[in-house]
């Protein structure tokens, strides 16, 4: 009897998507002047993206993206017109590397120095790569990296200013998540940004920031968590910082002897509980609560609902990883599991939580209306594959109604791979949905990277906007949206 294949016809070329990883070389500054459409006149601002712009050092290739170093795009609006530029982070490493011409340190995804293992041995250094997310606050625009300081940068011309102790909160040997979120507050209160530092050991010690509109600590509240922690993300509530734990185990000694890197020493335990961590922002004792093996980078949003909490989040069945002996470039996706949208209900009165997937489809990187983080929302939208069932990379953009669980859907297949979507509310308009969704999109026809710019509301009529760039820019993790044009 003949077996049927049941999976989905490729949406996409795989020499489409490996071309999307190649450097980008040249910083440019200039008008964006080939556009198909309209930008919406009344879009004004600054769209700051951070991401791996370089993929190999002089030709020898990076084992993993997420070791490439951070290079920073800014994509100004206004009166209908728009400019890009783009610079790489001058950090430490990035500087002594250029100048050798070759790799000098290793990454932590698993990027090693040409050599083999013997001129890895015992080399422990860590090269902040400030690749990971850009936010501005407090005057401050920061490249961030989860492993060390973020990297201050000048929002006008993008020239790097140094690492950053964000105004003496930091030390110079702290981290600083690359993860900070925004509390819109209530009506009439100014919004705070919130952040965590995590040094992780035996005890992984946290410490939580918030941080006024001029950049200034107004409350710091710290924690330990026993053992390793692998924390990359987290939400809040105008009660709760919440923290999911990994169920994860480092083993340190293929690192040390210079056999992986840090990242690839890091064992997904699938008969272990995820831990959730429910941390007061004011007085109050540290809650942990267990649920279902999973593994999230990012949350969603979170809300209270009475002495629950409810927490949207992208889950992923184990840690998905790349091969230490494979190019990430040759990964097979269908290997991989694929992020979904869960929702966890933790009920602080009976000390439980269940756990729903509310979206089965590959997904990773949500948005929302910025006014909604941490309060009930009704409206999510997300990257995701252009097909609904199995691992692919993010094609299509898609917007969920959690409340009448309708969804819609715009995709750029065949040729197009989505970075992750923007939310940016309209100006003056009131329904949580109006909005307009900003995003990279690779265009492996032609090479190059465009702007989109599409209607939340109105997601399948396709781009408002769609902006060619000259040039393509590598896919990138993170960034935001201010309303300043610098
Ligand atoms: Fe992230």
């Known amino acids: 009897m003949t077996s049927v294949d049941t999976r989905p016809a490729a949406a996409y070329r795989v020499a489409d998507w490996q071309r999307g990883y190649e450097s980008l070389t040249t910083e440019y500054s200039y008008a964006i002047e080939d556009i198909e459409g309209e930008i919406p006149a009344e879009l004004e601002g600054t769209l700051f993206r951070n991401g791996p712009g370089k993929l190999d050092v002089n030709g020898t290739p990076l084992q993993h993206p997420f070791d490439g170093d951070g290079m920073v795009c800014a994509i100004t609006f206004k009166d209908g017109k728009a400019t890009f530029r783009n610079r790489y982070v001058r950090t430490e490493g990035f500087l002594a590397e250029s100048a050798a011409g070759k790799i000098l340190y290793r990454g932590v995804f698993g990027t090693q120095k040409p050599g083999g293992w013997l001129a890895n041995l015992f080399d422990l250094k860590v090269k902040n790569i400030?690749?990971?997310?850009?936010?501005?606050?407090?005057?401050?625009?920061?490249?961030?990296?989860?492993?060390?300081?973020?990297?201050?940068?000048?929002?006008?011309?993008?020239?790097?200013?140094?690492?950053?102790?964000?105004?003496?909160?930091?030390?110079?040997?702290?981290?600083?998540?690359?993860?900070?979120?925004?509390?819109?507050?209530?009506?009439?209160?100014?919004?705070?940004l919130v952040n965590f530092s995590l040094k992780t050991g035996l005890t992984t010690q946290v410490a939580v920031h918030e941080l006024d509109l001029k950049g200034h600590l107004i409350r710091v509240k710290s924690f330990n968590i026993p053992g390793f922690a692998f924390i990359h993300d987290f939400i809040l509530t105008p009660r709760y910082y919440i923290f999911f734990q990994n169920p994860v185990a480092l083993n340190p000694f293929p690192f040390v002897l210079g056999l992986r890197g840090a990242g690839q020493c890091i064992d997904f335990k699938a008969d272990r509980p995820t831990r959730v961590w429910i941390v007061p922002r004011g007085e109050g004792a540290v809650q942990t609560l267990e649920t279902a093996s999973c593994f999230v980078f990012h949350h969603a949003n979170a809300y209270e609902d009475g002495d629950t909490l409810v927490v949207d989040s992208i889950c992923y069945e184990n840690f998905p990883t790349v091969d230490p002996e494979q190019d990430f470039r040759d990964i097979d996706f269908a290997t991989l599991p694929e992020g979904q949208l869960w929702r966890f209900r933790i009920d602080l009165a009976a000390k439980t939580v269940e756990h729903e997937a509310i979206a089965t489809r590959c997904c990773e990187f949500p948005t929302l209306n910025p006014q909604q983080v941490g309060r009930p929302y009704q409206f999510v939208t997300i990257g995701t594959a252009h097909e609904s069932i199995g691992n692919a990379p993010l094609q299509a953009i898609l917007k969920l109604d959690l409340k009448a669980g309708t969804q819609s859907l715009w995709s750029a297949a065949p040729h197009g791979f989505v970075s992750e979507p923007l939310f940016v509310a309209k100006p003056h308009a009131c329904a949580e949905d109006a909005g307009w969704i900003l995003s990279l999109v690779y265009d492996?026809?032609?090479?190059?990277?465009?702007?989109?710019?599409?209607?939340?509301?109105?997601?399948e009529k396709g781009p408002l906007a769609r902006l060619h760039l000259t040039h393509h820019v590598p896919y990138g993790l993170h960034g935001c949206f201010v309303p300043q044009v610098f």
């Open 444 to 459: 492996a026809s032609h090479h190059r990277t465009d702007i989109i710019i599409l209607d939340n509301q109105d997601l």
């Open 130 to 192: 400030a690749n990971t997310n850009v936010v501005y606050w407090g005057d401050r625009l920061l490249a961030l990296w989860e492993a060390g300081l973020p990297h201050e940068l000048n929002p006008a011309t993008l020239e790097t200013l140094g690492p950053s102790t964000v105004g003496d909160i930091l030390k110079p040997s702290d981290a600083w998540s690359a993860h900070p979120r925004i509390d819109p507050g209530e009506p009439g209160q100014d919004p705070i």
